[in-house]
């Protein structure tokens, strides 16, 4: 079983940064190491789109849209995953979820390839 628990969320400018983290709770055996983890985002009358990714290698994959604005990385030792965000936009408004599995085998930013998701936390952003 794994639980994923995001925080960071808030109401920012336009220009501004935000830090979402999400802290991993893992009881089936496995290490945090194993996992890719992504960021996923939805707006209101919208579908879920990736954001980015990290895999078990440290390899990264960003949707074009942040690329240059938007930083993941992540705390093997503190099961943490992290999303810097800069230059916010409004059009980045949306509930931000973290995504976490064990058997993607390369970063991807397709929601159905992770099992584990989180509840969610809100980024808005005001012109």
């Known amino acids: 079983q794994v639980q994923l628990v995001e925080s960071g969320g808030g109401s920012v400018q336009a220009g501004g940064s935000l830090t979402l983290s999400c802290t991993a709770s893992?009881?089936?055996?496995?290490?945090?190491?194993?996992?890719?983890l992504g960021w996923f985002r939805q707006a209101p009358g919208k579908e879920r789109e990736g954001v980015a990714s990290i895999d078990s290698a440290d390899s990264t994959r960003y949707a074009d849209s942040v690329k240059g604005r938007f930083t993941i990385s992540k705390d093997n030792a503190e099961n943490t995953l992290y999303l810097q965000m800069n230059n916010l936009q409004p059009e980045d408004t949306a509930m931000y979820y973290c995504a976490a599995d064990s058997t993607v085998p390369l970063c991807t930013l397709i929601s159905v390839d992770f099992n584990y998701w989180g509840q969610g936390t809100q980024v808005s952003v005001s012109s």
């Open positions: 893992i009881t089936n055996g496995d290490t945090y190491n194993m996992y890719s």
